[in-house]
DNA sequence: ACGATTTGCCAAAACGTTTTAGTTGGCTAT
DNA sequence: ATAGCCAACTAAAACGTTTTGGCAAATCGT
């Protein structure tokens, strides 16, 4: 009868892990046994499964995991694959992805391998780990149109999951909202209300998420008989910065303009006192919409500026990412696609349509 | 003579990756051979390792890594533990941080395996990562005095390396600016100005960064014979949000106060319009001075209220982490404390005082 | 009572590397 | 000629698991 020992105290007094043949031994059975009752098999005896997880909880053997994965051929790591542009991480979508990842891998027991890689060594990087073995399968973050790291990919047979589409998503995993669907009804909404000049002040066009906001507003006019130029573009590099007081201020500018979208909450918040002091247009106040990705401490209704928004959680959007991989590794599943909900609050005054309705068949099922 | 295959189709061709027994069949060799040749010994021909090296490239060859780990005792893997507090990824001061680690990782040849466990279960997840030998060592951020994992980890004998100091400093892999040292200088650089009531806006003390803030500008008024209340202390959990805005708010109320230290410039820039638009106090401004992280799109001399400032990088913290750790892992170093460099920059008007004479003998070489 | 089935356990192989402890054959020194 | 040495290679063990295939004893059905 050995006395029970703080398990990092056997750490510590062995210099190296407990394994599974210390339990062995201590147990007087065989690897075999061991591992097949802590793994649940059902050839072992009740008292015989008892007295090895016992012995196991006593000692703090925990399964080397090295060896597992080695002949599992299976890693439970996912990599984050990210360009070494330091703005990225100081990005609160980003963060907000990131988090709902994190906390989805942590239920789904896989770990998060986050890594940078220089701009023209993307593909590289991403064949390395594809080649070593080190994880299961890729998150894609931010996709462009005809993705190069999307064909590496599908080219290796690697499992991966892309937050966002690009054309050939039929093919693989991915989460997204309605970029497309839901620009579009903004951009219908505002029309419906009068305004014939809009902004739209809209992120980094060479990421698709973007290019197909444009896209919907783009098409919203046109379907309403409007000109080319009912919508004035702005683009944003990055939402943190003075992108946001500065387009901001360019859209207030055109005093022909009435209305404006914003892509991100946080480029609405940078432009937030001019808007708040901006002079009325043609006897109303200027209109503003937003998308609202549901970010921590940026919560659109709670500010004094009224604001219509479509909102949709980027912090789920990461959860499902990672829900996905595991479905397409850990249950064979094939890859499917995840459309994560949004909602739309419309401040009174403006909801003079339905924003069900607008959008015509032809439109239907568009991704850009 | 095979003909050149494109990698990937080597990859799909076979199912599976390629291995070492490839290349020995290929090349006849034993894997022995292989092995040494790629891994740079002499007692390989420099014919043979030409082919050796020729082939792997060819078959687009890397060593399946869950293999290497489990033979080499060694992963190169890091494991950066968070609370899963979704707060936290919305720092961009943690996102500084890691992407300064992440750069450094890339450099060292690490992986940096991010993960977020549930509020009580902090230590059994560092646990987990020890006994299950997926990682060489941790990353602590953000330590408390008397830290639980900073202990956890000392008993364990796993390397780790701390941002930031705590008692025990002397005796783990640190790496950390001079919160005391800089925080000291800033208040008696104020008290030399003629401030006698000043505000601190500091971030959380339950983490010594900010404790050992506070400690520095209460002994700065001890030294400078000045009462107790000197100095007028404002606390914030977090630097996003409003928190920067209100505590200003507070402190302007109190019209005793003559001059404000702000812990983080994302608090000063929350608080900004009030600074700007702030009356004087006994005829002069308000006084403003601010620790700088160096955080991108956030530069302290663009702004046009003129502020005095301590800078210090948190990016090159970032890449000192993973430096020691690989110093630590890599090397067999003894652990070591890194000290980031800062620099003041104070504005004509405050520089009535040599900043580098305010810290008493007495006073040196403390962590807080 | 006895063959068939079930229960509970185990030896050995496999995963893909690195490392140890060689072996072989050719060259050098005497 | 031959002992000694060096250059170039390799067989086998080891890392710590999971899995395959099997075996002995206990239980069951008739």
Same mark, same amino acid.
């Given at each position: 009868m050995e006395k029970p020992r703080k398990p990092s105290a056997v750490l510590a007094a062995l210099g190296r892990s407990v394994t599974i043949k210390d339990l062995a031994a201590e147990l007087g059975l065989s690897i075999t046994t061991i591992s097949r009752a802590l793994n649940g098999?059902? =050839?072992?005896?009740e008292k015989t499964r008892r007295r090895v997880t016992d012995a196991a909880a006593r000692l703090g053997y925990h399964p080397n995991r090295n060896a597992q994965r080695l002949v599992m051929q299976r890693t439970h790591n996912v990599a984050w694959v990210?360009? %070494?542009? @330091?703005?990225k991480y100081l990005d609160p979508h980003f963060a907000e992805v990131m988090a709902g990842a994190l906390g989805q891998a942590r239920v789904l027991n896989y770990d998060i391998v986050l890594t940078s890689h220089a701009i023209d060594r993307e593909i590289p990087t991403y064949d390395r780990y594809v080649r070593d073995n080190s994880v299961d399968g890729f998150i894609v973050d931010l996709p462009r149109e005809n993705d190069e790291r999307v064909t590496y990919l599908m080219d290796t047979g690697r499992a991966f999951v892309v937050h966002g589409r690009e054309r050939?998503? =039929?093919?693989y995993g991915w989460v997204d909202m309605d970029n497309y669907g839901n620009f579009y009804r903004l951009a219908r909404l505002l029309i419906a209300n009068g305004h014939r000049r809009i902004a739209l002040i809209n992120? %980094?066009?060479?990421f698709n998420y973007a290019l197909y906001r444009h896209n919907a507003v783009r098409d919203a006019a046109q379907d309403a008989g409007?000109? @080319? =130029?009912?919508f004035v573009l702005f683009n944003s590099s990055?939402?943190?910065?003075d992108a946001g007081f500065t387009l901001t201020a360019s859209a207030l500018a055109d005093?022909?303009?009435?209305a404006i979208i914003y892509s991100s909450i946080l480029l609405l918040m940078s432009g937030y006192e001019l808007l708040m002091t901006a002079p009325d247009r043609k006897g109303r106040p200027i209109a503003v919409a937003t998308m609202d990705d549901?970010?921590?401490?940026? %919560?659109?209704?709670?500010?004094a500026l009224r604001v219509s928004f479509v909102r949709s959680s980027l912090h789920d959007a990461g959860a499902a990412l990672i829900a996905e991989l595991s479905r397409q590794c %850990? @249950?064979?599943?094939p890859p499917s696609g995840t459309m994560i909900p949004s909602v739309f609050q419309i401040i009174p005054g403006l909801d003079?349509?339905?924003? =069900?309705?607008?959008?015509p068949v032809h439109r239907r099922n568009r991704i850009g």
């Open positions: 098999y059902s =050839d072992v005896g990210q360009t %070494d542009n @330091e703005l050939r998503c =039929d093919r992120g %980094d066009e060479h409007l000109p @080319e =130029d009912t990055h939402p943190m910065g005093r022909e303009i009435t549901n970010l921590r401490h940026l %919560d659109p209704t709670r500010l %850990d @249950e064979g599943r003079r349509t339905s924003i =069900d309705e607008t959008l």
